[in-house]
């Protein structure tokens, strides 16, 4: 059973599209990420939820909104999408409040490709 | 400031050597937490070790082993008689008392046959 799973794994669009991916996790966490990765490989955070509740937003275009359903899910939309949006987009989650001192569990990814 | 510098950006060994990723990280908290993880070519985030500032012990699981030194705010990890599987990206954090997870620019290894 997937711990993190997050769909699609791959997804490819035309600028200025909406696109969503969607995250799930089947651990039990409190707390839920969305991370952005280069293609430097450099790893940025961009959002944090703690039971449903935004905790962490750091300077990210408002094009992405970070949605969350319940504690097991924390989806990412993004409007209008741009050419620099092409990255590979990491859902994670830990345990405890801000995810505490304990160890984030990540999807495997899903690499956006804006065309 | 508060970060994590790991200086190597790609190291390539031939299998069975030892090698050492380094970590060096900088923070004024007391408590911190620090992390390594491994990104290998298929691009999923693997956990491979947590260690908390007042736990100074090295530790050892199979080839890979993790040396934490305060003293020098480094925690570097070595991974003895490498194998091709080892060949990955690995990643060093800091997560500071305020849960603030700093991340490193990753190590690519590389692990020739």
């Known amino acids: 059973d997937t711990a993190v799973s997050q769909t699609p794994k791959y997804l490819v669009t035309q600028m200025g599209n909406d696109k969503s991916i969607k995250c799930e996790q089947n651990l039990g966490h409190d707390t839920m990420y969305w991370y952005k990765q280069d293609s430097k490989k450099f790893l940025k955070i961009m959002f944090s939820y703690n039971n449903k509740e935004l905790i962490i937003n750091e300077t990210v275009p408002n094009r992405f909104s970070p949605k969350s359903p319940d504690k097991a899910h924390l989806n990412l939309h993004i409007n209008s999408l741009e050419l620099g949006d092409s990255a590979v987009y990491f859902c994670?989650?830990?345990?405890?409040?801000?995810?505490?001192?304990?160890?984030?569990?990540f999807g495997q990814g899903t690499r956006l490709t804006v065309v | 400031a508060q970060k994590v510098t790991q200086a190597q950006t790609e190291i390539s060994v031939v299998e069975k050597e030892d090698v050492t990723l380094d970590c060096v990280y900088e923070?004024?908290?007391?408590?911190?937490?620090l992390f390594w993880y491994k990104q290998p070519p298929s691009g999923e985030l693997v956990f491979l070790i947590r260690?908390?500032?007042?736990d100074e012990q090295n530790e050892i699981s199979g080839r890979y082993s993790w040396n934490f030194q305060k003293s020098t705010s480094s925690f570097n990890f070595t991974i003895t008689a490498s194998q091709v599987v080892d060949s990955a990206v690995y990643f060093c954090?800091?997560?500071?008392?305020?849960?603030?997870?700093?991340w490193g620019a990753g190590t690519k290894l590389i692990i020739k046959p």
């Open positions: 260690r908390n500032s007042f």
């Open positions: 954090a800091l997560k500071r008392s305020n849960y603030q997870l700093i």
């Open positions: 923070t004024r908290d007391t408590t911190y937490y």
């Open positions: 994670a989650s830990s345990q405890g409040p801000s995810g505490g001192n304990t160890e984030a569990f």
